[in-house]
């Protein structure tokens, strides 16, 4: 005998101890109503172990089981649909896996909005996942890339920044041994020309900075320099990382140029520009949203600010290029920079 299967007989086993009287005719029905109250009265021993009195409401159900399938009734049911979704459930998940079809960028969160509008409820992320996968409906499998959208790095000019990078090269012989090879090089970002690059039998800080100073001897130093999170740079290499960024990062962008970056770049022109999903709905512009992943967009042409009627968010164009290119305010600067009107020049 399973133990659940005890634990239920146990149950409908105390449940006729606690009827008795009633079942076995001591009282007459008739006065079953006075006798289930006193009972709701008397504090008794539950079966899991807890003390209390049991409710009038349930002792009236439990005989009324009792009269109507005996012992076995008193049992506790099993759903019959253990084991499938419940037909509401299944509705929602058919929804959810629609909403995914139709905009593979929802969220889970965006996709229980939906729901809990329909359905009044939700379905946790990992159920909802886990169909969500069977149906084919995941980002994967609809074919959205999971590759992360890389900052694009752009400059006006040469030596405005330069990136570093190792690679792994080819063995070498030296000596008697076959040994890896490590290449070091740097590119300037504005040219695409490489300003440096060797082979080193090493992969470290002194081999990086041996190679970034040939490149600042032959070509002038970088005004900026962006070095990769490889595993060299962790430790050390951040406070050079630091010292050549921090001085030169303009942190502070004068006022004037932000108000022109927010303004005189229509967000209209901006989103095609960014290769991001738009459309225009009743001839009005729209776009999917980067935070929540919905349609539900909006451009004011007034003040050129987007805004999100589902998750509430206004963008302007900085915070556009942010969310969408995954950069940070000082790589969304750059970028807006570069698309100024030249017209409008101040
Ligand atoms: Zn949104």
Known sequence: ????????????????????PLLYGEIPAAEAGRFLSELSQTE????????????????????????????????PRRRKDRGRPRRNRAAMIDKAIELKKDQPRRAHGAINDFLKVEFHATIPKSTLYRHLKRAGATRRKLGISQQKIRCRWTRDQSNALWVGDFEDGPYVIEGDRAVETHLSAFIDCHSRYIVEARYYLRENLDILIDSLLRGWSEHGASRELY??????????????????????????????????????????KLVPQLDW?????????????????????????????????????????????????????????????????????A
């Open 1 to 20: 005998m399973s133990s659940r299967r005890e634990r239920h007989e146990r149950w409908a086993i105390f449940w006729c101890s606690l009827l008795a």
């Open 44 to 75: 008794c021993d539950f079966p899991n172990g807890k003390r209390g009195k049991p409710s009038r409401a349930t002792l009236w159900r439990k005989w009324k089981r009792y009269r109507e399938g005996g012992l076995d009734a008193l049992m």
């Open 227 to 268: 070095l990769d999170n490889a595993k060299i740079y962790h430790s050390h290499a951040l406070t050079l990382t630091l010292t050549h960024k921090e001085p030169h990062m303009t942190k502070f962008f004068p006022r004037q140029l932000l108000y022109r970056l927010r303004n005189e770049i229509p967000v209209v």
């Open 277 to 345: 999903p738009h459309k225009h709905r009743e001839g009005r512009f729209c776009f999917l949203c980067p935070r929540c992943g919905e349609f539900l967009t909006a451009v004011n042409p007034r003040t050129n600010l987007a805004r999100c009627f589902h998750c509430q968010t206004n963008f302007n164009t900085i915070d556009l290029v942010m969310a969408i290119q995954r950069c940070d305010f000082v790589a969304a600067v750059h970028f807006l920079e570069s698309r100024l009107p030249a017209s409008t020049t």
